[in-house]
């Protein structure tokens, strides 16, 4: 199965542990961006709506396109008491639409699913003249090398999944990522680029860790006794220090217009 496919198999642990965002990236979007009531956006994989609802709440036509068919049946639930949402079943690259129809198009911790080939064309050509572009990502990290916790954990992928220690020692630097996707936003053609970070922290359970943990594409697509094992051992040693971790949360924000 596409990795892309596995987060339809965690409707609820995505709704309760994935994170909002905040308020302040949604006052810098919206400034950018001018929406208004009379405004339309779409949103490209929408999940369970954690970055919808600021959006419906200016009256603007949001039209939310969604893969999954179980997120897709949630969020339109989730927001059945708002009559500007429409939500689409669809992959963005198969979505049919006109050209320059959207005064916005954002994306939430989801863009990355499409080829840069044919997210960025499609996007730059559905988005209105003067339109906006908003992509943004939750990084979550529970790394605190000096935290008893952060060493168990990982001394625990290191016995099950020793070729991810490799994965992640070998992971693209933060500032070379931001300035990778800041230059291919302007390849594609759109200008006046603005770039943000945003931070914030979560405290988890053992319990809400692993919540947590099975909404990301690589722990849900592990062989089934493997994940249990792992799972099972994180979740123990999180318990028997505290029954605590702490979330780090960074939030990358990139803003451009089509001119």
């Not at 994935?18 to 405004?39: L, V």
């Not at 779409?42 to 396109?65: D, H, N, R, S, Y």
């Not at 630097?173 to 594609?188: C, G, L, Q, T, W």
């Amino acid at each position: 199965m596409d990795m892309k496919y596995l987060f339809d198999e965690a409707v609820l642990n995505y709704e309760k542990r994935r994170p909002n965002y905040g308020t302040e990236i949604f006052k810098d979007i919206m400034k950018y961006s001018e929406i208004t009531s009379d405004k339309s956006i779409i949103e490209v994989g929408c999940g369970t709506g954690q970055a919808t609802e600021p959006f419906l709440k200016t009256k603007c036509k949001v039209t939310a396109v969604e893969l999954g068919e179980n997120l897709s049946s949630y969020t339109r639930e989730k927001f059945k008491n708002y009559n500007n949402l429409e939500v689409v079943r669809s992959a963005f690259e198969d979505y049919d639409c006109d050209d320059n129809k959207f005064d916005m198009l954002y994306s939430a911790t989801a863009f990355h699913w499409i080829p840069d080939e044919i997210g960025y064309k499609k996007a730059y050509r559905i988005i209105k003249n003067e339109g906006t572009i908003a992509l943004f990502w939750n990084r979550p990290s529970a790394n605190d090398k000096e935290s008893p916790v952060h060493q168990k954990i990982q001394s625990i992928y290191k016995k099950l999944l020793p070729e991810w220690s490799d994965k992640v020692s070998n992971s693209e630097d933060n500032k070379y990522k931001y300035s990778r996707i800041v230059d291919k936003i302007e390849e594609y053609g759109f200008k006046n680029i603005e770039f943000k970070l945003y931070h914030n922290s979560r405290k988890m359970t053992g319990v809400q860790y692993i919540e947590l943990l099975n909404t990301y594409s690589d722990h849900l697509a592990l062989e089934k006794s493997l994940k249990s094992q792992l799972f099972n051992s994180i979740r123990t040693v999180i318990e028997e220090l505290g029954n605590e971790v702490i979330i780090n949360d960074t939030v990358d924000l990139y803003l451009a217009k089509k001119m």
